[in-house]
């Protein structure tokens, strides 16, 4: 049986489209009761959102959310506007009793995600942050490798998140697109922007980090604001790295710039265990690399003269989400993260407890180590994750 699902989408940039895309695209590859309908858009220029609605089919568009949110007709509010509106518009949605879909990070800082959180668990909302690389097969795939111990006593997690288009001196702050470098607008540089990922990727394949140790560095101390036209000190961190300690005892260490000349959406990590290891790239996205040491059922050591890493094509329709799209082989994208992460989340409504994950719970946990990291590179020291919930 079809249950109509109206939406309402915050924002029409890049998010915006790519969750529309998700929207229009999750009934024609998924097998789901619930069907979305694009309802209705929001921005707050009538020039920019009108277009966008008429662009991708919506029925109707707002110039201001909280009209969004107070109509009738719309079950869940979608949020794709910079993470300074992110805190207002949840509590506003948890409160009139929509299902809340919010970009990453979940808030501008630990305090904020907590309300947050406990707004949306108090109104008992369907909800989900969309972190979506868990949804990148091969990231799902290591996932499952995880979980079948083929890794087996964790010793190391190695991550890195790089991009190269903030390092000219030139590049204003704050405005469209730019909102990013402006620390009032973003709450943090690449901690919250980046290593956010990176982070809620850590801790779903190797669990909770325990300790951090972290040092910023902004390299770009001024820049113009696009919306004052005048000079201001840059507040964001442009490079972060730090060490962690996860609860598993395994090490970790965390490289995040976006002064990495060369590198565009370096999104990579390795996990080194007893038995084996795991590599991923998201330049390359369709490879999962393992190499395998042991047998994870006998433990049985299997090296020998053909022992090496092994590069899985994870196009196989055996491989997580990969029967719903093309044949064996043939690749899908960046888009389709967005659409298998809305069909775990409509799955979930379909089928009640447990909630889809990362739920609030979850961006409120990978808040709580984004804050450690800042917090650790100001005092220039090891703090406890655990202080900071
Ligand atoms: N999951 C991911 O991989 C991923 C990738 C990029 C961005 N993000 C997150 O998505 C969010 C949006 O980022 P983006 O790259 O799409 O930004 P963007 O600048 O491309 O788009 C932001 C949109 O928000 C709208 N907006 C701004 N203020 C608003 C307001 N008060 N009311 C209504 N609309 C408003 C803008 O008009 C624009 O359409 C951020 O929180 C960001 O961190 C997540």
Redesign the pocket.
């Known amino acids: 049986m079809s249950k109509p699902l109206n939406i309402g989408m ?9 969750h529309t895309n998700a929207y229009r695209q999750v009934n024609k590859f998924f097998d789901l009761e619930y069907q979305p309908v694009l309802k209705a858009c ?4 009538e020039e ?2 009108k277009p ?1 609605a008429e662009n991708w089919g919506y029925e109707s568009y707002e ?3 909280r009209k969004l949110i107070a109509r009738h007709d719309i079950d869940l509010i979608d ?5 300074n ?2 805190k207002e ?1 949840v509590l506003a949605a948890a409160a009139a009793g929509k299902m809340v879909l ?4 979940l808030a501008m800082d630990v305090a904020e995600a907590k309300e947050r959180c406990a707004a949306i668990e108090k109104a008992g909302v369907a909800n989900m942050v ?4 868990r949804r990148v097969p091969a990231i799902t795939l290591a996932k499952q490798l995880v979980d079948e111990k083929r890794v087996g006593k964790p010793f190391h997690y190695r991550a890195t998140y790089l991009q190269d288009w903030t390092i000219g001196q030139d590049v204003p702050q704050g405005g ?2 730019l ?2 470098l402006d620390a009032k607008v ?1 709450g943090s540089g690449v901690t ?2 980046l290593l ?2 990176s982070i809620d990727t850590a801790e779903w394949l190797n669990g909770p980090i325990r300790s951090v140790v972290a040092k910023t560095e902004t390299f770009v101390k001024q820049r113009m604001h696009a919306e004052t036209g005048k000079v201001e000190p840059v507040g964001i961190d442009d490079a972060c790295m730090f060490l962690a300690v996860f609860e598993n005892g395994s090490m970790g260490t965390f490289e995040s710039t976006r002064y990495a000349r060369g590198r565009k959406n370096f999104n990579t990590f390795e996990l080194n265990g007893e038995t084996g290891s795991l590599f991923f790239d998201l330049e390359d996205p369709q490879y999962l690399d393992y190499f395998k040491y042991a047998d994870p059922k006998s433990g049985e050591k299997v090296e020998d003269h053909l022992t090496g890493w092994q590069r899985i094509h994870v196009t196989n329709s055996e491989h997580p989400y990969m029967d719903k799209w093309w044949v064996p082989g043939c690749t899908i994208g960046y888009e389709h ?2 659409t298998n992460a809305l069909s775990d989340f409509l799955k979930s409504l379909e089928e009640g407890q447990p909630p889809v994950q990362p739920d609030f719970r979850s961006g409120l946990r990978t808040q709580m180590v984004c804050d450690a990291v800042l917090a650790s590179a100001k005092e220039g020291k090891w703090v406890d994750v655990a202080d900071f919930g």
């Open positions: 915050i924002g029409y940039g890049f998010m915006g489209r790519t929001c921005a707050r220029k920019k959102i966008f110039t201001d959310w949020i794709g506007s910079p993470n509106t992110h518009i919010c970009e990453k990070p969309w972190f979506n690389y469209a697109a909102w990013r973003a919250g922007d956010a990922h993260t967005f």
